[in-house]
Nanobody, 120 residues
Framework: QVHVVESGGGLVQSGGSLRLSCAAS????????MGWYRQAPGKQRELVTA???????NYADSVKGRFTISRDNAKNTVYLQMNSLKPEDTAVYSC??????????????WGRGTQVTVSS
């Protein structure tokens, strides 16, 4: 059993910052990738950023230069530092982890999401 829990969402004005956290726990043997997705009302869910256990990252073009993903492998945790937030960043942000469990099963696990709202 693997649990993924996000935190740190909230309401912020344009130009402000938020820091999201995502912690994976449970019967984890290893984590290959952890990433952040977001979905705004009426829009398709999109990948925001992801990071491998080795530190390789990618970012959606819309957040490059503003968002930074980081990791703490010892804690099975990733962080998303969001700066210069824009109203179009408003969405539910969900964390995903690609995990091999101690039982040898590999799969993807999702958190429930955290709301980020950016006022204009």
């Amino acid at each position: 059993q693997v649990h993924v829990v996000e935190s740190g969402g909230g309401l912020v004005q344009s130009g402000g910052s938020l820091r999201l956290s995502c912690a994976a726990s449970g019967s984890i043997f290893s984590i290959y990738v952890m990433g952040w997705y977001r979905q705004a009302p009426g829009k398709q869910r999109e990948l925001v950023t992801a990071i491998t256990s080795g530190g390789t990252t990618n970012y959606a073009d819309s957040v490059k230069g503003r968002f930074t993903i980081s990791r703490d492998n010892a804690k099975n945790t990733v962080y998303l530092q969001m700066n210069s937030l824009k109203p179009e960043d408003t969405a539910v942000y969900s964390c995903n982890a690609e995990v091999t469990t101690v039982a040898g099963s590999r799969g993807w696990y999702w958190g429930r999401g955290t709301q980020v709202t950016v006022s204009s």
